[in-house]
Each structure stands twice: as C-alpha cells, then as structure tokens.
C-alpha cells in the first residue's frame, strides 16, 4: 500500500520536523515526508530537510498583503505536491478558520503542554510560575479555536525541584520526539479517528497509564 504523503510546515530549527523525518526512514512507517513548508526563509528546519532529500518550498508570510492570501499560496503548494496530511511543527502563524476547516481531520499539530491547560505561548514559564507538578505535550487535531482542537494523544513529565523554563522544556521537547510520530501513525492507519470532538482509539491501542496516551514504545 502506497505510504501517505505529508507535509511538515515549519518556522525554526525543526527538531520535530527531524523527529517525524527520522520515523518516515524506517521501512514499516505508513507515511513519506513529501513537503517541508517554512513561512521564514532561514528556519534551520529547512537545511535539515535538504540533508533528508526531501523538497522544501519557503512561503514567506510578509510578501503576502493578507493572510488569506498567504494561506492561498500554502494551500496551491499542499496540493500540488498531492500531500495527504499536514503536521504543524514549531509554525508559528495562527491559521484561519477556513485553513483548519478545509484541511480538518488531515491536520495536527503537537503543543508543549498538557491541553487544555496552558494554551498559547510561553508555556514553560507560565507552567513553572504555576507551580504544576506534572507537564508534558500534546498532539492535536487543529480546530480554529487556537490550541483547542480534539486531543490524538499526550506525554507527561514531572516538574522538578530547581526547573527553570530551559530545563522543562528540554524534558518535555524528549517526549515530544516520541510522541508525534506515534500520533501520526495512529491516524494515517486509521486507529485513531477523530469523531466529533474526541478521537477514539481502535480496540487494539491500550494506553500505558498518565505518561504516555498512547504509548509510547
């Protein structure tokens, strides 16, 4: 069966990027990264995709009057590389409505944060002055509601005494590598299906209690 065709979209160093290239080299992995999309014309996450052969196109956001128009020229770029599904890693531009709509059950994005809590950006910092004891990340269905969509999967790790933003982030970046590529399998084979606003798992999938739902080998 023919390996389903993704796109990454990008706009920094790509280490989630590398982590979905890495999973794509192995033989049994269902999809190919066909497509890496950087809305910043130096994202470092760009290099890594020419050193993996795979095609990279950069649409920079600023040479768009409106976003509508930008998100026009991603969608001419998804389409003519006939790509399947979109993951979101590290792209840092809010889609609009129509974007997530047209593209809904097709496109995730992964959150360094146990959703629905801490939504949006510096989560690390805002976690620790929180005082949570429990982090983690999570992959998501993208919904225009930023950061809301139905949960496919989460890691948790522990805050630790002396954590600072770095330091938790670093942990949770760890899981975040495992996670994604996890996620993504699921969908593409169908045992994760978004249904509503839940995304129920086939009988077979049996997560491995709060640190990794689903698990994570």
């Given amino acids: ?13 790509g280490s989630n990027l590398q982590a979905l290239i890495d999973a794509a080299a192995q033989p049994d992995y269902p999809a190919e990264i066909a497509l890496v999309v950087s809305n910043r014309p130096r994202a470092a996450g760009l290099d890594r995709a020419a050193k993996a052969g795979i095609q990279q196109e950069t649409i920079d956001h600023k040479d768009f009057a409106t976003r509508d128009d930008f998100e026009a020229a991603l969608n001419d770029a998804l389409k003519i590389s006939k790509i399947d599904f979109v993951c979101l890693a590290g792209f840092m ?11 809904r059950g097709r496109l995730i994005n992964i ?9 949006g950006l510096h989560v690390h910092e805002r976690m620790i002055e929180a005082g949570v004891k429990l982090a983690g990340c ?4 993208v919904s225009p509601e930023v950061d809301a969509g139905p949960i496919i999967g989460q890691a948790a790790v522990p805050v630790l005494p002396g954590d600072d933003e770095d330091k938790l982030a670093a942990r949770i970046l760890e899981q975040e590598h495992k996670l994604y590529p996890v996620c993504l399998r699921l969908l593409i084979e169908g045992k994760a299906r978004l249904s509503g ?8 999938i ?11 080998e």
């Fill in 111 to 119: 959150h360094p944060s146990l959703l629905p809590a801490f939504k």
């Fill in 93 to 103: 531009r809010l889609l609009t409505d129509s974007f997530a709509s047209d593209w």
């Fill in 1 to 13: 069966m023919a390996k389903a065709r993704v796109a990454v979209l990008i706009s920094g160093r």
């Fill in 197 to 204: 606003h839940t995304v129920p798992f086939a009988d077979d």
């Fill in 138 to 141: 999570t992959v998501h269905f």
């Fill in 206 to 216: 049996v997560p491995d209690g709060a640190f990794a739902n689903p698990p994570i």
